[in-house]
């Protein structure tokens, strides 16, 4: 089974700076998807940005982006320039490739908090 | 064009009721999703559906809960003798394909007194 592992329940930003949020993870498949989703406190969760495996490539999504190191198993999500409206939970969630297998496996989650 | 929908948004039960959560995928989503939310914690598979067939439910806790999207669209999560520790968040997604992202509704907040 994969697991997910999220080892910041917390982290604060001043407003404008760059935040680095952790994530690492565990399976045996060679090819998958990770996402960061966010939950602002109105808990509707909204997608940040998904990498493929199978790409090298990080992806970037505006101010955000991803290091993904596939050999460490590690998917961490850069902030730039952080904004107010950027506070919110964030979760790292991993979905197999297998048929069958399209379930979105979470981490424990990160709140984000934003200092003016 | 709509997001998905769930209703209701909040519900309370007295413990040993039974309970009904509908949720309303966007239009077109073959996958629909449904994860339970613990306070404070990530959402945790409960089951998955391919278009009417239920593909997954390795995650329901108990027989007591059942789910069903018979014509492939609208699915309920039935919740049977719920029980103080049914209390959570209950998100439905839905997706068009595998990989795809998941698209969630806004939760239906479930309190067992």
């Known amino acids: 089974a994969q697991t997910v592992t999220q080892s910041q329940p917390e982290m604060s930003v001043q407003e404008a700076e760059t935040v680095t949020l952790s994530c690492t993870y565990d399976?045996?498949?060679?090819?998958?998807?990770l996402f960061w989703y966010k939950q602002p406190p109105s808990r509707q969760m909204i997608l940040v940005i998904r990498q493929e495996a199978y790409k090298q490539q990080n992806a970037t999504e505006n101010r955000f982006s991803v290091n993904f190191q596939k050999a460490a198993k590690s998917f961490s999500l850069k902030i730039s320039d952080s904004q107010l409206g950027d506070a919110a939970m964030y979760f790292c969630?991993?979905?197999?490739?297998?048929?069958?297998?399209?379930?979105?496996?979470f981490g424990t989650g990160t709140r984000l908090t934003i200092i003016p | 064009g709509a997001g998905v929908s769930q209703s209701p948004r909040y519900k309370v039960a007295k413990r040993g009721q039974d309970v009904a959560l509908r949720c309303d995928p966007i239009s077109g989503h073959v996958s629909l999703f449904w994860y339970q939310q613990a306070l404070g914690q990530g959402p945790e598979f409960l089951t998955y559906?391919?278009?009417?067939?239920?593909?997954?439910k390795s995650g329901l806790p108990s027989d007591r809960f059942f789910a069903e999207r018979p014509e492939g669209s609208v699915s309920t999560l039935k919740i049977q003798r719920t029980q103080q520790e049914d209390s959570a968040v209950y998100l439905c997604?839905?997706?068009?394909?595998?990989?795809?992202?998941?698209?969630f509704g806004p939760g239906t907040r479930l309190t067992v007194l």
């Open positions: 399976t045996s498949e060679s090819d998958y998807y």
């Open positions: 997604a839905s997706s068009p394909w595998q990989g795809h992202e998941q698209f």
């Open positions: 559906f391919q278009n009417e067939a239920q593909l997954d």
């Open positions: 969630a991993y979905n197999g490739i297998l048929a069958g297998n399209e379930k979105l496996t």
